[in-house]
């Protein structure tokens, strides 16, 4: 269950979609609880069993499950408005006594500190409705496995893909963001991915910038909130996962390098002179906390065009 455009098309030009419609009883009580049964394949005008209902679902979000209006269960009822406020306790003062005072109570001790806390939600790789999903590449020639990558420019900033959450239902188009580096967070980890699956070239001179967490590529236009931007999509170029090779996530690469010296991510699409000199892009650290594309001139790149890897 996903946010799309009044009327189903991307553009905003649609008009009206039963995907998009529930079956409503104005006579309702609202915040006594109502379900939201849906039009598309509906049976019965949305009565009765044989029909799909938003419900509750363990995971955190919402999935359509069978439902038998106007009987829902519990996980498929809904409160409309209303802000859950709480009237408080009234305080009571204890009476006064000449009994002797108790002995002071002894400091708990603190208990140990949690590892973990913190850090970002943990991600675990979902099983794809459609096959086959993001995978690790057994078979790939791999120039970094699981590095951070930072900014030369500021280096205390990294690659960072943590908020899996900003994409779409497959975990596509999440953001690529710069967040403080911390070696514990997983989705700081890279794979520099020169020959593999999804990496046609044979000759290691592009790589792909591969989530050692998620299994996605870095794509220059893979961002959900502007796809004029880098983030995370399935490798290969197709959504759910069996696409082959894509430019769109290919970056020039230097063998010779000194990856920990820092190196540029010239674009392979659209590319000029095989990603030398002026009319090219590169991933570029953006003063907003996210990584853009932006002009550039390899092999010279800006401060703000060097990544350290590793």
């Not at 039009?39 to 509750?56: E, F, H, T």
């Not at 499950?65 to 829902?72: D, G, H, K, S």
């Not at 078979?139 to 205390?156: L, Y």
């Amino acid at each position: 269950m996903v946010a799309m455009i009044a009327g189903g098309r991307a553009a905003g030009d649609g008009k009206t979609t039963a995907d998009q419609q529930y079956f409503f009883d104005s006579k309702a009580s609202l915040s006594g609880g109502v379900g939201f049964p849906l039009v598309q394949n509906s049976v019965n005008n949305g009565i009765g069993p044989g029909n799909q209902c938003l419900a509750l679902n363990a995971d955190g979000f919402l999935s359509n499950t069978p439902c038998a209006p106007p009987l829902f269960t519990p996980e498929q009822t809904w409160i409309v408005g209303g802000n859950g406020a709480v009237t408080p306790l009234p305080v009571v003062t204890p009476p006064t006594t000449s009994a002797t005072p108790a002995p002071p109570a002894k400091t708990p001790t603190p208990a140990p500190a949690n590892p973990s806390a913190g850090l970002p939600e943990k991600f675990v790789l979902p099983v794809p409705a459609e096959k086959p999903g993001p995978s690790f590449d057994g078979t790939a020639t791999r120039a970094a496995k699981g590095a951070q990558i930072r900014s030369k420019a500021n280096p205390d900033l990294c690659f960072d893909v943590s908020d899996f959450r900003s994409g779409d239902f497959r975990f596509n188009l999440v953001p690529l963001a710069l967040k403080k580096c911390n070696t514990a967070i997983d989705g700081q980890k890279f794979d520099l991915i020169t020959k593999g699956a999804h990496n046609n070239i044979k000759d290691g001179s592009r790589t792909l910038i591969v989530s050692s967490q998620q299994f996605t590529c870095i794509d220059r236009r893979g961002n959900k909130n502007d796809r004029n931007r880098p983030g995370l999509f399935a490798c290969g170029g197709r959504a759910v996962g069996d696409g082959e090779t894509t430019a769109d996530q290919q970056f020039f690469f230097n063998s010779k390098a000194s990856l920990s010296g820092g190196i540029g991510f010239p674009v392979a699409n659209n590319a000029v002179n095989n990603g030398v000199g002026p009319g090219n892009t590169c991933l570029t650290l953006n003063a907003d906390g996210f990584v853009s594309s932006t002009p550039c001139a390899p092999p010279l790149s800006t401060p703000e065009q060097t990544w350290i890897v590793g």
